[in-house]
């Protein structure tokens, strides 16, 4: 227990980047605080965007590649999200593709995971946002998040030209990426991967699902909560599992208080550039760490400029309808998981090995 304790809260930072922290910084104050002078709605939205381009080191040789592709394909699903918020099947199907999306590139490593979780959080930010503000347009949405994107690489273009550092890098040589990536899933058992599939399609569907049939308001912290606690590595360990899901509502539970105990937007504002700086220098290598760290900053921008943090109850009622359903779902999978190896035990005993495909 003690082990498993160590491997799960350990931080494994890596050297801090204070270069990309920078960059990450002067993004988001600028969206910020164009949106704290304006008390417009769409400023919120670039500085997603900008913090979800400010995931890639623009000093990386793929850098600015992944850096555009973070941008892009995050508003994407922001767009996404906000619109299937009116349309209940089709944002079950739209969460059952993302969630099948990340546990699929989970399934190549880290790295690709960390893409996937980007893209699920644009999601359930997209989705939980619709009727809060008086910006309907998913169209608006994406295009104001790749605004702040673009501001983003404006300033890693900088940063490289400080370093010495071609503007745009070589292009890689994506058949080789490939190679390796299949090389990394193969290591995976089939099985584990297909259970993990499973999970994540059934239990972001339904996350998704449950706030759109229920109106919920700021629903995103039902989804957020869910989508902590899809990772990998937990499968097969239901201790572990429940691990992540009280560290996720023990973290939703520390937002709800410092948003509660400030309720001002100027000051949530002044306290979370320091903190979107220094989470991005000093960001987390273990990938349930790195999940936690960037899904507090993407709730704290969300509601940076809310004004009803007076009403503590409607986010922990959310939060704890999603450890509910993670926990239930976890279960599943845990319980679907030891019949099949009960029964793949007594076709040993039996004698029986597996049948013919002829």
């Known amino acids: ?141 994406a295009m104001l998040f790749i605004l702040g994107g673009l501001w983003v690489m404006l300033l890693a273009f900088g940063l490289r030209g400080m370093h010495g550092l071609r503007m745009w890098p070589y292009m890689p040589r994506f058949i080789s990426i490939f190679r390796v990536l299949k090389r990394h899933a193969k290591r995976l058992p089939r099985q584990k991967w297909r259970l993990h599939a499973l999970g994540c399609t059934l239990a972001f569907a339904l996350s998704g699902l449950i706030v759109n049939l229920a109106q919920l308001h700021r629903g995103y912290w039902l989804t957020l909560t869910v989508v902590t606690t899809l990772q990998l590595s937990f499968q097969g360990s239901l201790v572990r599992a429940v691990q992540s899901i009280l560290a996720s509502l023990g973290a939703a539970s520390l937002l709800i208080l410092l948003g509660h105990s400030l309720q001002d937007p100027a000051l949530m504002v002044a306290v979370l550039l320091p903190l979107i700086t220094l989470s991005r220098a000093l960001q987390a290598n273990h990938y349930g760490l790195f999940v936690l760290q960037t899904s507090v900053c993407f709730v704290l921008l969300a509601e940076s400029l809310a004004h009803d943090w007076q009403l503590p109850q409607l986010r922990l009622f959310n939060s704890l309808i999603g450890v509910v359903l993670a926990l239930l779902v976890a279960l599943m999978v845990y319980g679907l998981e030891r019949w099949l190896e009960h029964r793949q035990l007594l076709r040993k005993t039996s004698g029986q090995g597996p049948t013919s495909p002829i």
Request: proline share 6%; aromatic share 12%.
């Open 1 to 141: 227990m003690t082990s498993v304790l160590r491997q799960t809260f350990s931080w494994h930072p890596g050297p801090p980047a204070w270069g990309p922290a920078v960059v990450a910084g002067f993004g988001c104050a600028l969206p910020l605080l164009l949106g704290l002078f304006s008390a417009h709605p769409g400023f919120l939205w670039a500085s997603v965007g900008a913090f979800q381009a400010a995931q890639a080191n623009p000093l990386h040789r793929l850098g600015m590649l992944r850096m555009l592709m973070l941008c892009g394909l995050g508003a994407c699903s922001a767009g996404l999200g906000f619109w299937s918020a009116s349309h209940p099947h089709i944002s079950f199907m739209l969460f059952a593709l993302f969630g099948f999306l990340l546990a699929w590139l989970q399934r190549f490593g880290s790295e690709a995971g960390k893409l996937g979780i980007g893209l699920a959080i644009c999601l359930c930010l997209g989705q939980g946002q619709q009727g809060l503000g008086t910006l309907n347009n998913p169209y608006a949405i």
